[in-house]
Structure formats: structure tokens, C-alpha cells
């Protein structure tokens, strides 16, 4: 789909006809997010996926977000969805606070602080049943985004035996958790989700985490310092509440092949950082837990 979007426009088709204080603010690289107001004071988000190729995207991340209110964990509430010219769009409510990132570049002595509490709260999301949408063709679907880069290793994964029990995010990092004062107030960013296994989305934070694109400039080197400390006390905060999570060689070296596939997709988009550095960190982690989960 081409040609921009008047959000207005958009909103007025789906019943919100005067918003205030409408601006544009940084989504993820598909969808377009914008931040309104409405008379009544309260603030909203509206999402809208780039095309109808993106209807099933769109369709899961409402229902992981619905499911995610039912149960208490912090993420937005679907408040109307709909189609603009084929796009599919979510309106969702407004996550008051900051991306945990941007806590920890402004606050780095809460690094520790807040790695626990990320990995308490996915432990908490994996408590999550499914919505029943989510179920249909998993595990394969979500496997799948290892195929292309590790074929060897998907084989493997396929014949693992793998639950389809839990809700799983598959993009759970810090640029994708919000806080506001110490706490955790909104999960965002839901089109990934799916019916799996948490060993498995606990090897994909744990190889964003340790293998993630860092931004130009200073920022750069303080994030660099961060990261191992931030991935150790996010490893303690999950395991101290769902327990040791045994052998995972094997969902790892998955978890670094879907990494290659997101370095592939960023490489094409222009607002992207990601260079060579970048996806020979993730091959060198392939590469490790491939020796680790023994295939040559």
C-alpha cells in the first residue's frame, strides 16, 4: 500500500470525530503510531499496519492484547479496530512512561532494578492461556522464522517437543516495555505473539538482549556497558519466578537465527542501524549453541 495517511481522517471513520493534541510519535518499522486526546482528557493510541498482508498480524496482536487485560498484565486495551483502505488499524489506550531503554540511558543505576522486573513480568506473561486464534497452526508458524537463515536447525526445533500452552510476546526487549516511576506500564508491540513455549521466547529476549543493534553515538558505549548487566538481572527476575529453565543449546541457536532474519529485514529499512557488527554477533551466537546443542 502507498500514499500517506490522514489520521484524522481515519478516526473519524471509526467514531472518534474530535481528538486533540494529535501527533506522530516512533512505532516499530511497519506500523505507523500516532498519540491523541479525546474531549473527555483521555489519551489514545492509534495503529495502523501498512497493508491487508498485515490482517493476521493485526488480528493477534488484539487478541494478545485482550488477553493480556483479562489477566491483569500491564499492556494497552483494544479500544476499536477497523480497516483504512486495506490497512488494517488498532486504537489502543495511551501506556503512560517512558521505554525501559530510555529509563536506563537517563537512570543507569536502575539497570538492575529494572532487568528483574522484566524478567518476573514475561515469566508472568507466560502464565497467560492463548487466545484460541493464536492456536491455529502453532508451533510451526512461529518456528518457522528460523527456517530461512538455519534450516539444520529448524529441523532439530521441529522434532523438539514443544508446548503451545502460553502466551508468548517473541519481541520482548526494552524498547518494548514502558515505565514510569519504577514500575512496568505497558507491554507494547503484540504482532508477533503466539501460542508456544516459553523456553522459546525466553532464548529470543535472551539473543536480543545480548545481540541487539545499538544505536550511533555515545549512547552507543553506555548501552554496550549495560547490556550484560541488564541481561543478568532480566535471567534472575524470570528464573526466580517460573524456575530453571534446563537445556535450551537448541531453542538458543533458533532464537540467534531469527535474529538473522530481523538483521536481514532491518538491513532494507532506512531508519535501521544494524550493520555488519551486528550480524556477526549473531552468527558467532549461532554458531556457539549450535556446538553447544551439537550439530555440526
Known amino acids: 500500500m502507498t500514499g500517506e495517511i490522514d489520521p484524522r481522517a481515519v478516526l473519524r471513520s471509526i467514531g472518534y470525530p474530535e481528538v486533540e493534541s494529535l501527533e506522530r510519535v516512533l512505532g516499530g518499522w511497519e506500523t505507523s503510531l500516532w498519540r491523541f486526546a479525546t474531549p473527555d482528557g483521555e489519551r489514545h493510541a492509534l495503529r495502523v499496519h501498512p497493508g491487508p498482508e498485515h490482517a493476521l498480524a493485526a488480528r493477534n496482536e488484539e487478541a494478545a492484547l485482550r488477553a493480556c487485560v483479562a489477566a491483569g498484565v500491564p499492556a494497552p486495551a483494544v479500544e476499536a479496530t477497523g480497516q483504512w483502505?486495506?490497512?488494517?488499524?488498532?486504537?489502543?489506550s495511551w501506556c503512560p512512561g517512558r521505554t525501559c531503554l530510555d529509563t536506563m540511558?537517563?537512570?543507569?543505576?536502575?539497570?538492575?532494578?529494572?532487568?528483574?522486573?522484566?524478567?518476573?513480568?514475561?515469566?508472568?506473561?507466560?502464565?497467560?492461556?492463548?487466545?484460541?486464534?493464536?492456536?491455529?497452526?502453532?508451533?510451526?508458524?512461529?518456528?518457522?522464522?528460523?527456517?530461512?537463515?538455519?534450516?539444520?536447525?529448524?529441523?532439530?526445533?521441529?522434532?523438539?517437543?514443544?508446548?503451545?500452552?502460553?502466551?508468548?510476546?517473541?519481541?520482548?526487549?526494552?524498547?518494548?516495555?514502558?515505565?514510569?516511576?519504577?514500575?512496568?506500564?505497558?507491554?507494547?508491540?503484540?504482532?508477533?505473539?503466539?501460542?508456544?513455549?516459553?523456553?522459546?521466547?525466553?532464548?529470543?529476549?535472551?539473543?536480543?538482549?545480548?545481540?541487539?543493534s545499538s544505536p550511533p553515538g555515545p549512547a552507543r558505549l553506555l548501552i554496550g556497558a549495560a547490556r550484560r548487566l541488564f541481561y543478568l538481572a532480566w535471567r534472575r527476575g524470570y528464573v526466580s519466578e517460573a524456575g530453571p529453565q534446563g537445556d535450551l543449546a537448541l531453542l538458543m541457536a533458533w532464537a540467534g537465527a531469527t535474529r538473522l532474519q530481523d538483521l536481514e529485514y532491518a538491513r532494507s529499512r532506512p531508519q535501521s542501524w544494524a550493520g555488519e557488527g551486528d550480524f556477526a554477533a549473531a552468527r558467532r551466537w549461532v554458531d556457539h549453541w549450535k556446538r553447544r546443542a551439537g550439530i555440526p
Open 85 to 92: 483502505e486495506g490497512r488494517p488499524l488498532l486504537v489502543l
Open 105 to 212: 540511558l537517563r537512570r543507569p543505576w536502575s539497570t538492575w532494578r529494572l532487568g528483574l522486573s522484566l524478567g518476573r513480568q514475561q515469566a508472568r506473561i507466560h502464565r497467560v492461556p492463548p487466545p484460541s486464534v493464536l492456536l491455529e497452526g502453532a508451533p510451526e508458524y512461529w518456528l518457522a522464522k528460523g527456517a530461512l537463515q538455519c534450516p539444520e536447525v529448524f529441523a532439530r526445533v521441529r522434532r523438539m517437543a514443544l508446548s503451545t500452552a502460553s502466551l508468548i510476546h517473541l519481541d520482548y526487549h526494552p524498547l518494548n516495555v514502558l515505565t514510569d516511576r519504577g514500575r512496568i506500564t505497558g507491554i507494547v508491540d503484540w504482532s508477533n505473539a503466539a501460542a508456544g513455549d516459553p523456553r522459546a521466547d525466553f532464548a529470543r529476549t535472551a539473543a536480543l538482549l545480548l545481540t541487539a
